[in-house]
């Protein structure tokens, strides 16, 4: 059986409450009115859905938006297995469309056609981030939020690992590497802490996982912090909002979209 929180499993097991989360609703959404980007408003959600945004989650805003439509790369994902296309079922009463497309080829959206876009723990699973954004800035209108959450890799299987360059992600897009790509592939096999992936199996299973990657999306692609997360908004022209760490592995980002076409 599948649940909405399989992805965390990755890293620490399964999800877990913490009462900072109450502190991080009030003061983040509430005293610095994030919550407006969500609030009776039409949103579309990259490799959910994510326990983190339910009403027991980090941030609870599910419960805030008037619809949301989901995209999955595939009908059958490690995280919730088979789905297809039809109804998005985040499981907080909103109603909303799945689409199975790739997340950084959304043909299905027109410009400008969203109010925000949510992706938790997906853009490390990006060969081509650039892209990616590229494509998630173009379905959100303008003055729009893309709220984008990934690892921190200190608590993760990713820890032994370098933060991906930002030069890195310019030649991605400059080399139109597509989501086949396996350039990481040495580096992943060589510093992925299988103990903290009890999922992965061992040496060997987890090998031949990640060379099926293409299939199944598993690998982190790039390691991410603020950092290289702040020079990709710059590049892209969005506007940092908010920038939050959540221990013990979430960083999250409130990327705002600007009203002009620079």
């Known amino acids: 059986m599948q649940s909405i929180g399989r992805k ?20 983040y959404l509430k005293e610095k009115g994030l919550e407006t980007y969500f609030l009776r408003k039409r949103g579309l959600e ?3 859905p994510s326990q983190i945004f339910t009403s027991k989650g980090i941030l609870p805003i599910y419960n805030l938006m008037a619809s949301l439509d989901g995209c999955n790369f595939t009908d059958n994902t490690v995280w919730e297995g088979n789905i ?24 299905f959206a027109a410009d400008d056609s969203y109010d925000f876009l949510l992706s938790s723990h997906s853009l490390e699973h990006h060969a081509n ?3 990616a954004l590229k494509e998630w800035k173009r379905a959100v209108k303008p003055g729009g ?13 990713d820890h032994k690992r370098e933060f991906t360059a930002f030069e890195h992600f310019l030649e991605d897009e400059a080399a139109g590497v597509d989501e086949a790509d396996l350039t990481h592939l040495d580096e992943i096999l060589r510093l992925h802490d299988l103990s903290k992936d009890p999922g992965a199996g061992d040496f060997e299973r987890f090998k031949q996982r990640s060379l099926e990657n293409y299939k199944n999306r598993c690998l982190h692609q790039h390691v991410f912090n603020f950092d290289n997360l702040g020079r990709l908004a710059a590049y892209l022209n969005l506007e940092v909002l908010e920038t939050i760490f959540v221990p013990p592995y979430h ?4 990327l705002r979209k600007g009203f002009t076409s620079v």
Do not use: C, W
Not at 8 to 19: D, E, M, T, V
Not at 251 to 254: I, R, T, Y
């Open 84 to 107: 297809s296309s039809g109804p998005y079922l985040e499981r907080e009463g909103n109603t909303g469309r799945q689409y199975i497309s790739e997340g950084s080829s959304l043909a």
């Open 251 to 254: 960083n999250m980002v409130f």
């Open 8 to 27: 965390y499993r990755h890293y620490l097991g399964k999800f877990r409450y913490n009462p900072l989360y109450a502190k991080l609703r009030k003061h």
């Open 46 to 48: 990259i490799g959910g």
């Open 145 to 157: 939020l893309l709220l984008v959450v990934v690892p921190d890799k200190n608590h993760t299987f």
């Open 129 to 131: 981030v650039i892209k």
